[in-house]
Structures are given as structure tokens and as C-alpha cells.
């Protein structure tokens, strides 16, 4: 027998009224999780290491409204996108919070030049040597950065680094993922909500390549490049010597078939210094190039 749709309503409404309890206790779960970063925060001067991603911003935005006194800090090396110095430089002025800019001069560090397995660690380390320095000189109490739960997963020898030499990771810490990070920051109307993630230039290269001024500088305009043709957000060149291989978000990989746009993203790699330039069919995922370690 069909049951009518009066039925159906009121068993729908009753399982929405069941399944209350659970949302209810998830959403409390979160909130002690962030508020467990507030109390950090509170009465303290904190310095955020900033890249203007969702994660540093929400970080920032806590410390906003929490800290005693909060900054940001960003180190523009070679490895840093452009477009991402410019991003961070917007974001901090939609949080209104004042922030600092340091050069570094990453490709002088030869461990990072020579790209072992390990090239995260030497990475942070640095990273987090000039962020020190810097809380010291500007009179903030600690150091936090956005590393999250979710970041966790797989090969992350560069968390190592961070907590070696007192870097603070509230969301590691307390637990918080990626997407309870992205909840906060839409519920907050932060405008990174929908961002994708960013890593530094210099995971683009397969370990064991040499990193230098000019390999860097080449994947960075061919990033921008298949930004600005096909209109997607998320994108990754991988660098493989006269090769380039394009990864762009799975979501957005129908956007790459206009044969007019192919032909001139071949002739733009061509200008890059490419002889061929190719698609991962698979798309963008965190750690393509850690695959070759699980072999």
C-alpha cells in the first residue's frame, strides 16, 4: 500500500527531529574546539604567519577578536605566486589588521635547492626562523600558523620543523579540519571561504630537481597562464624537464576543452621554455608529487 503524502511529510519531520540531537552535539564539538584556540589567544599578542588562504584567515580572525593584540606576517620569496602576495595583501586589509611583509631569499638555502625527499622540513624550518625572529623584534608573545587536522595525512615532514622549533598549530592541535575551518569562515563571511589550497612553488618539482630562479619563475607564468585561458581556480604545473604536466581542480577539468585555448597555452609553454606541455587526466590532488613515494 502507498503510503500517503501526509505520512511522508510527518516521517520526514520526524527524522529531522532525531537526527537534531546529533547535529546539535556536533556543532557544540566544534565550538569547544575553537574555543579552546580563543582561550590561547586571550590577553596575548599574537603573530600570524599569513599566506591569505582560508586557514591563516580564520586563524587571523580569531586572533582579531580574541588576542590582546594580533598581527600577520607574510615571506615573499621566489617560491611565493605573485598572485598569492597580492591575495594576502587583500585579505589583511578586508580583516583590518596590519600586516608585515619579508623578503627571503629561499633558493640560497641549498637544501631546499637541492629538493630531497625531506625539502618541507628544510623549508618550515626557515620558515619558521624569520617568523621567531620576527614575533621577538615586534614584541608578540608566540607564533601560530594554519597547519589543520586534515593537513595531516601522508608525507608532512615540514609539521616536524614547525613543532622542533615552537611554532604554534592551533587547529593540529585542537583537532579542527579543513572543512569545519570552511564552515567558520562562511559563517564568519570571510571572503577565502571557497578558496582552494596554495603550496609553495617549489612543490611543483619532482624530488631530486634542482629548484632554481628560472624553473621557478617558468611554472609560475604557466600557472597564471591556465588561469586566465580557462577561467579555473585551482591549478598545478608540474615541472618535468622540457615538460610540463597540468593539474586543475577534478571539478573543473571540463573547462579545459576548447581547442583555440589549447593551442595557445602550447604555444605560451612553448614561450616558457617548454617543448611539451600535457594534462593530468586525473586532476589537482594534495601530494601528486608524494605518489612516487608509495611505489
Not at 199 to 218: H, K, M, N, Q, W
Amino acid at each position: 500500500m502507498k503510503a500517503s503524502p501526509a505520512l511522508f511529510v510527518a516521517f520526514l519531520m520526524l527524522k529531522k527531529v532525531r537526527e537534531k540531537p546529533d547535529v546539535a552535539k556536533k556543532m557544540d564539538t566544534t565550538d569547544a574546539k575553537f574555543n579552546k584556540i580563543r582561550s590561547l589567544f586571550s590577553g596575548k599578542r599574537v603573530l600570524v604567519a599569513f599566506s591569505g588562504g582560508v586557514d591563516s584567515t580564520v586563524l587571523a580572525h580569531i586572533a582579531k577578536q580574541s588576542a590582546a593584540e594580533s598581527k600577520l606576517l607574510t615571506v615573499d620569496s621566489i617560491t611565493l605566486p605573485r598572485t598569492e602576495l597580492q591575495a594576502a595583501k587583500d585579505v589583511a586589509k578586508e580583516l583590518d589588521i596590519r600586516l608585515e611583509v619579508i623578503q627571503v631569499d629561499e633558493l640560497s638555502n641549498k637544501e631546499l635547492v637541492s629538493n630531497p625527499v625531506d625539502r618541507c622540513y628544510h623549508c618550515k624550518k626557515e620558515l619558521a626562523s624569520v617568523w621567531l625572529k620576527a614575533a621577538k623584534e615586534l614584541g608578540m608573545d608566540f607564533v601560530v600558523e594554519g597547519t589543520n587536522a586534515s593537513d595531516m595525512e601522508g608525507h608532512r615532514p615540514g609539521a616536524r620543523a614547525l613543532e622542533e622549533a615552537g611554532v604554534i598549530s592551533p587547529f593540529k592541535d585542537a583537532e579542527i579540519t579543513k572543512d569545519e575551518i570552511r564552515a567558520y569562515a562562511r559563517q564568519a563571511g570571510l571572503s577565502v571561504a571557497d578558496r582552494p589550497s596554495m603550496a609553495c612553488l617549489s612543490s611543483r618539482f619532482p624530488y631530486g630537481t634542482e629548484i632554481t630562479e628560472d624553473r621557478v619563475r617558468r611554472i609560475d607564468r604557466i600557472e597564471k597562464d591556465v588561469k586566465e585561458l580557462f577561467g579555473v581556480k585551482c591549478v598545478r604545473a608540474r615541472f618535468h624537464g622540457d615538460l610540463v604536466r597540468i593539474e586543475v581542480g577534478r571539478e573543473e577539468r571540463n573547462k579545459l576543452f576548447d581547442e583555440n585555448k589549447l593551442d595557445e597555452l602550447h604555444d605560451l609553454s612553448k614561450k616558457a621554455g617548454f617543448k611539451y606541455v600535457t594534462f593530468d587526466v586525473f586532476g589537482y590532488r594534495t601530494g601528486a608529487m608524494n605518489e612516487v613515494l608509495e611505489s
